[in-house]
C-alpha cells in the first residue's frame, strides 16, 4: 500500500470548487494560524444540510476517499445518508488524510464554528479557519494528552498574537 502524497491544497481546491461549506479544525487549522506543531492530516467541520452533505460525499468521492483505519473490506458508500448517520469520519484520499467532524468536541458544529473563524487565502482561496480560541476549547473538551499539550502550544500562540496588537 503507498501512502499518498499530503496535498491539503488539492483537498481546498476540490471543496472551494464544489461549494461546500465547512471550517478548517485540528493541528492544521492550529498551523494555519501559526502553531508550529506539524500534522499530516487535514481536519474540517462541515455545515450538516442535506445539500452541503451531498456536495460533501460528491467531493469524497472525487478526492478517492476510502475510511481510514479498516483493513478488512467493510461496505461503506460515501453518499449524503452515510455522512448524515455518522458524526466523525476519518478518511484516506489521493490527496492525503481528511477527518470529516460534524460537532467537534466542545462545540456546537460548524454554525457554531463559523460564527468567529477567520477567513485566510491559501493560494488564491478563502478558506475559514476555526479561531485560536475555538481551537484552544475544542482541545480541552476533548482532553486527550495530546490535544492537552497542543492546547499549551496553541496558548503560547494566543499570547504571542495578543502582544503582536
Keep these: ?3 499518498a502524497t499530503f496535498d491539503p491544497l488539492r483537498i481546498f481546491q476540490a471543496l472551494d470548487a464544489a461549494g461546500v461549506r465547512y471550517v478548517v479544525i485540528g493541528a492544521f487549522a492550529g498551523r494555519i494560524l501559526g502553531s508550529p506543531t506539524l500534522t499530516r492530516d487535514l481536519g474540517i467541520c462541515h455545515a450538516r444540510d ?8 460528491s467531493v469524497l468521492q472525487e478526492l478517492g476517499a476510502r475510511l481510514r483505519g479498516v483493513t478488512d473490506a467493510v461496505p461503506f458508500r460515501i453518499d449524503a445518508h452515510a455522512l448524515a448517520a455518522g458524526d466523525t469520519f476519518t478518511f484516506s484520499t489521493d490527496a492525503g488524510d481528511l477527518d470529516i467532524v460534524a460537532t467537534p468536541a466542545g462545540t456546537a458544529g460548524y454554525e457554531d464554528l463559523s460564527r468567529t473563524a477567520t477567513t ?10 476555526a479561531s485560536i480560541d475555538d481551537l484552544m476549547r475544542m482541545k480541552r473538551a476533548a482532553g486527550r494528552p495530546k490535544d492537552l499539550i497542543e492546547l499549551e502550544v496553541l496558548g503560547a500562540l494566543r499570547e504571542e498574537l495578543d502582544r503582536q496588537t
Design 50 to 57: 442535506r445539500v452541503n452533505l451531498g456536495t460533501l460525499a
Design 1 to 3: 500500500m503507498t501512502l
Design 120 to 129: 485566510i487565502d491559501l493560494e488564491g482561496l478563502r478558506v475559514l479557519v
